[in-house]
């Protein structure tokens, strides 16, 4: 069973708007746990977009979608959400969801994650 599930990629012209799908199947992996969005574009490294603790507190961005992307949560169903406004070509790229092993120590850093969705694509034409 897939434990990380994202969906809602597609594609929209620049300045649209989207929102991306990450569903968790099991609480033990959700809850209070560290979880990230993150990106790669075809022939470039893969990038963090958003690093946040399911059990509340600050969320860090990546600079590039600062003040465009923002999470949002719905706990009783287990679900992550990456909304994108604003969009921009250089944000197409297959996104996946991730999140840390929930025995995890240390603070919640990309490097942190374990466990990984197959990811859903964006692209944004001009």
């Known amino acids: 069973v897939q434990q990380l599930q994202e969906s809602g990629g597609g594609s929209v012209q620049a300045g649209g708007s989207l929102t991306l799908t990450c569903t968790v199947s099991?609480?033990?992996?959700?809850?209070?746990?560290?979880m990230g969005w993150f990106r790669q574009a075809p022939g470039k490294e893969r990038e963090g977009v958003a690093v946040?603790?399911?059990?509340?507190?600050?969320?860090t961005y990546a600079d590039s979608v600062k003040g465009r992307f923002a999470i949002d949560q719905d706990n009783a169903k287990l679900t992550v959400y990456l909304q994108m406004s604003s969009l921009k070509p250089e944000d197409s790229a297959k996104y996946y969801c991730?999140?840390?092993?929930?025995?995890?120590?240390?603070?919640?850093?990309?490097?942190?994650?374990?466990?990984w969705g197959e990811g859903t694509l964006v692209t944004i034409s001009s």
């Open positions: 991730a999140a840390a092993h929930p025995r995890a120590a240390g603070s919640c850093a990309p490097e942190l994650m374990a466990i």
């Open positions: 099991s609480p033990y992996t959700y809850t209070s746990n560290c």
């Open positions: 946040f603790y399911t059990g509340g507190g600050s969320t």
